[in-house]
């Protein structure tokens, strides 16, 4: 039997959608009994949510008010004593699991295998390295502690199971006090998530502005899309740093990805690698995003995206669609 | 003395298009421009910065790898370093080895900050910021997007995926660097002549008493699956009524 530990990711109460992924995972390790761990200020709608995943064996609700919102220093000492007789300690690949998971490792003087994309046996796994330029299988020894973090855009959600039991603990007091929340932006969009919508449009440095960014949010809500950026965009300064796509920025895998404006960087590709049909949409038809784009288009952004909006909301188009 | 650590990686430089050794083993090395991995450019730039606003004294320059990561090295100290160690070490050396090395560092340098990368840019870990606060038992300050030092605290702007998100943490403590806390300077020649006379220490895992037997083994390294290149339309109205053939819009 395996056993294994997810560490649950989640904010104002609400489960986060990596924690489907990471049971999934765990899930792929075979032979598993699947234990989430909440560790939360409140967290009793989470850890209901966490419970009500198929796979879960178990979850584990640690309460104590130092727990929101989630510091590492805090968290990963709490993470490393419930780690204590489980195989696998497993976290999202999100900033969240990318903070926390590598101190948990430390602590534990245990190895980590980051962005896990496939799971080939409990010690072997598969993980892209270079920018997705290559693909990595590594083995850990066997018998040892292994700490992992998911690429989320590689698995499919755990559905709905369960409910299994929850076990409430309370929190040890922490004796960290070296580190200090202050405040964080509240981001609030009535948008889709970027990282689990189903349709992302995504803009690159040729919008030439943050005004004209702008057009592909209409875009975006035309499509109940989420938005997207590629970093030049976002060194530019045209968008927002969370909305960036690609190596260093949200590794993603929508239905739809419709890259406006983007040069196709392998950096920004590698980020995208997963989506089912990537649409690109550029004036130079040398790009290297059309190499791996389903649909290319060529030509003027500022043209085209009023015109596929008038199209999509016009009615003949949606005929000309059934023929 | 504010002394301020910097970790800096050889790794494939950026730009380079990274292909797989046909028999699997790594990724094409030879022949191949070698650069410092850039969010550890950023780091050393962020540490140089705090020294010319009189928050440091010293920029200590910190690698682990083989003999010729010292040009790396060398680079740092013409970018502005005031002194560089050179870890040797094989190739690839895993994240926790590289974090206990570091440590064995820290405890003889006693650096009030430390800054490294958030990752490298070659295994795409993003492991050795947080494994060495653990082991340091030191706070960390992952993604930074801006620091500002205050007395004997920082306060650190952080790249989160819900947007930015500010924390405090008292010093020394561990900070790894996103792509937008600065921008790098460029080496200028007379400084690099400079950087020539400037102290490398050169030492090695053994005589820090770091056992860097690999915890985890790479079976094989293979290409990517490539995607189809897909088809060219004329005109937007071609694009609409092939992703609604498809239930895509």
Known sequence: MNRILVVAEHAHGALNASVAKCVACATAIGNSEVTVAVLAADGTGVAAAAASLAGVARVLLVQGPANEPALAAVLAPQVAKLADGFGHVLGPSTTFGKDLMPRVAGLLGAPQVSDIMAVESATRFRRPVYAGNAIATVEATAGRAIVGTVRTASFQAAGPGGPAPVETLAADPPTTTHTRFLSATAAKSDRPDLQTAARVVSGGRAL?????????????????????????????????????????GKIIAPELYVAIGISGAIQHLTGIKDARTIVAINKDAEAPIFEVADYGLVGDLFALIPEIESLLSSRTGATATVR | MQRILVGIKRVVDYNVRVRVRPDGTGVVTDGVKMSINPFDEIALEEALRIKERGGADEVLAVSLGPDDTQQQLRTALAMGADRAILVRAAESVEPLAVARALLRIIEREAPALVILGKQAIDDDCSQTGPMLAALWDRPQATFASKVEIDGGRARVTREVDAGLETIEVDLPAVITTDLRLNEPRYVKLPDIMKAKKKPLDVTDLAALGVEAAPMLKVLRFEPPPQRQKGVMLKTAAELVAALRQKGLV
């Open chain 1, 208 to 248: 030439a502005s943050q005004e004209n960014f702008a057009l592909i949010q209409r875009l975006a809500d035309r499509l109940g899309a989420a938005v997207g950026a590629s970093r030049a965009a976002v060194d530019a300064g045209y968008a927002p740093n969370e909305l960036q796509v690609g190596q260093t």
